[in-house]
């Protein structure tokens, strides 16, 4: 009588075959998955930037240029590394902190808006693992995500 399976030496084959497999899919699906996460936290710094922006037009001053408003109690935009934050009054208003391995640069101290929501030209950046997304504010207030630095 003839058995019907698989040898030891079948299946260790296709064990081997199915390990190199996804050794090879791994960096792939790494690369996605910080590329995704890159995606979510810039859009949630646009989200976070805009919010800012609300803020800044909706203080109270009679005043139509940033620069005029006393900067300790204006609503303002801190941070660097890590993690940023949204101050109002100088109490922190909110903060944020970006996953491990991910940080933020730019001219983080120069992100402000004016009370008709017009603001210093500014480009943050966005890094993790050699990815980087950038968060670009133009001079009418405009916030958007980019995969390129601007230009000029």
Known sequence: MKQKGF??????LVMAILSLAATAAVPVFTAISDRLLLQREAALLVSELRYLRELSMDYPSQ????????SD???AFKGGGSEYYIYLNMSKYERHRLPNGMNISGDIK???FGVL?????VTLTLDLHGQSKYV??????RIRV????PEG
């Open 73 to 75: 109690t204006y609503p």
């Open 63 to 70: 005043s139509t240029r940033f620069v005029d408003v006393q």
């Open 136 to 141: 670009i504010i133009d001079v009418e207030g």
């Open 117 to 121: 929501g017009t603001a210093n030209p």
């Open 110 to 112: 120069h992100v402000r």
């Open 146 to 149: 980019s995969d390129k630095p």
């Open 7 to 12: 040898s030891l030496l079948e299946v260790l």
